[in-house]
């Protein structure tokens, strides 16, 4: 104790760090022997497990000794027969070395006999067989002859409608190759004209296009469709209606394309109108988009028509003209796509009292004039239908009456005839026989027949008589 007492604070130091160590590594070895200890724990239990799966197969051990007992048995008893069998095969293989050698020699001895045989009888017997042969083969020769020639009859007899029929479907090959050959030029000349008339059609497209590019022939297109269309309707020009009539206003003269004239005086103006510049660009347009501009664009042009021609006050200028005009567009498709791109467009024309036509809407408007106008001629007419029936119905009435009285006539005509013939019977022909009793008349002449009564009465009319018609319904 007092040598520890005696030490300085650097050795205390020392000795405590190597303390420190010390517990250190006795820690480290406690650590590293549970970890050991915990491994062999493992270990065992695998080991465990692995001994119980072994416990099954341990039973199964007498009873694979005893299997293995019988086997080397057997495998002892095939050894045995195996031994056996070779011995046997050892045997019956010297065996039949010795019967080869004993048929060897017996082959070679055959063969010496047999050539000397041979050598003799094919001496003796060769002429005569080549004898045989000759007149074999001249008799097979002879009938191998008539058979190929009844071959070759029977084949070209079976080939000749074959040959035959194959000339005539070369010729018809030949027919049918040379009018393939002229319709196969027909076509080509026909398809060569169809694309010169697709050329010239577009051509004539184009000049058409550019035609209807300048105003002045828009605005003849535009009139000869407005014509065309009262044409179609039926109506006659200066009857039914007037083109390019003008009149005085206040502004100077005014001239619309048409004036229709409706029943009660009045008149409709139409004015044909042709916005077809930008319509056209957009169909010659590459892409949607400006093609949807161009359309826009058609739409205003449109609606500068409308402003233009409701500026015109046509309908205030002209007395009998109802309180709007109309604006013919020749085309239902311009206005469709003005429409489309402007969907206010008609509401808008309406405000400024325009109607803006189409061909079938113009058709529609002007066969409801027409229709009026023979509804106007009726009503005219209706006085004129009226005395002509009231005149005619005093005629049938007229006539009624004399038809009458000649009825009466033959019914008075009928019953004289029927006394006459009673007196004829009762009084002429009795004393008429009494010339054949006392022979002034023969017998063999002919004698007077009775004439027959007329029963049939005329027909008296049953229907109401007719009568003047009243003077107050004349107005009905």
Request: proline content about 3%; cysteine-free; overall charge negative.
């Amino acid at each position: 104790m007092e040598q520890y007492l005696d030490l300085d604070l650097t050795q205390w130091q020392a000795v405590a760090v190597g303390a420190a160590a010390l517990a250190l590594i006795l820690a480290l070895m406690a650590i590293f022997a549970a970890r050991r200890a915990r491994r062999h724990e493992a270990e065992a239990s695998a080991l465990r497990e692995k001994l119980a799966g072994l416990h099954p197969i341990a039973d199964r051990v007498p009873a694979l000794e005893d299997r293995a007992d019988d086997l080397l048995a057997d495998l002892y008893r095939e050894q045995v027969n195996s031994a056996s069998l070779e011995q046997r095969l050892t045997s019956l293989q010297e065996t039949h070395q010795q019967r080869l050698a004993d048929l060897a020699d017996m082959k070679k001895q055959l063969e010496d006999r047999f050539q000397s045989l041979a050598s003799g009888a094919l001496s003796a017997n060769s002429e005569k067989f080549l004898s045989l042969v000759s007149e074999r083969f001249k008799t097979h020769k002879q009938s191998a002859d008539e058979d190929l020639n009844r071959r070759h009859a029977a084949i070209r007899d079976l080939v000749k409608p074959l040959d035959d029929k194959l000339g005539k479907f070369d010729l018809r090959m030949g027919e049918i190759e040379k009018a393939r050959n002229e319709a196969y030029g027909t076509i080509k000349q026909q398809v060569l004209s169809l694309t010169e008339g697709q050329a010239n059609l577009g051509q004539e497209t184009r000049r058409l296009v550019q035609a209807l590019r300048a105003p002045k022939t828009r605005g003849r297109w535009g009139e000869m469709q407005l014509r065309q269309v009262f044409e179609m309707a039926g109506m006659t020009e200066r009857v039914d209606f007037h083109l390019e009539k003008s009149f005085d206003t206040d502004e100077g003269k005014r001239r619309p394309d048409a004036i229709v004239h409706i029943p009660g005086g009045k008149s409709i103006v139409i004015d044909a109108k042709t916005p077809l510049s930008a319509y056209l660009d957009a169909l010659e347009a590459d892409t949607p988009e400006l093609q949807s501009q161009f359309i826009k664009l058609h739409a205003v042009q449109v609606r500068k028509h409308v402003n233009e021609l409701s500026s015109k006050s046509y309908q205030d200028n002209l007395s009998s003209a109802p309180d709007f005009v109309v604006m013919f567009i020749p085309g239902e498709t311009f206005v469709s796509a003005a429409a489309e791109a402007d969907p206010g467009l008609i509401e808008y024309a309406f405000e400024r009292k325009v109607l803006i036509a189409t061909p079938t809407t113009l058709m529609a408007l002007v066969k409801a004039i027409a229709y009026g106008w023979q509804q106007d001629k009726m009503a005219e007419n209706a006085e004129e239908v009226q005395k002509t029936a009231k005149e005619i119905y005093d005629r049938l009435r007229v006539f009624a009456e004399h038809l009458g009285k000649v009825g009466r006539s033959l019914g008075q005509s009928v019953d004289h005839y029927n006394k006459a013939l009673g007196s004829l019977e009762g009084r002429v022909l009795p004393s008429a026989r009494k010339f054949e009793e006392l022979g002034v008349v023969s017998a063999s002449s002919d004698k007077i027949e009775k004439p027959d009564n007329v029963e049939h009465e005329p027909r008296r009319l049953t229907a109401h008589e007719f009568t003047a018609p009243d003077e107050s319904n004349d107005n009905t």
